[in-house]
């Protein structure tokens, strides 16, 4: 049975990887497309501290260990992407994005991070 918390977190993340996708082609966060980037963050940080096994009382430490690090992996990550980011495109010249553009790379990163650490943390087993 897939639990709420899981449908919570892959539709959030998929509604905020679509949104990041239509900012950076249409250049723009106008419109409707800030709501649903909100409804997209609720949904998913609502239930990502659940799926990852942050959840009292704890049932599977090695679970939460694994979801800690890889939230640190994928906070790390976001953080040197919006760092290029600026440090290219913003002082580097010559092409320029725009803001619609950085954030929608951005949350893309963001959610594609935090799955990818997750699942390859859980399938590389304990983490110290």
Known sequence: MVKARTISVALGGLLLIGCGVLMIIGD????ILWLEIMIGMGLFMGGMGEYIGLKK???????ARIG?????????????????????????????????????????????????????????GDVE
């Open 28 to 31: 723009t966060l106008g419109d």
């Open 68 to 124: 800690t690090l890889a939230m640190t992996y994928s906070w790390y990550t976001v953080l040197l992407w919006v760092a290029t980011i600026a440090m290219i495109f913003g002082f580097g010249g010559g092409y320029k994005v725009t803001m619609a553009q950085a954030v929608g790379t951005t949350l893309i990163v963001m959610v594609m991070s935090i799955f990818g650490f997750n699942w390859f943390l859980g399938r590389k």
């Open 57 to 63: 009382p704890l049932k599977d430490e090695r679970a």
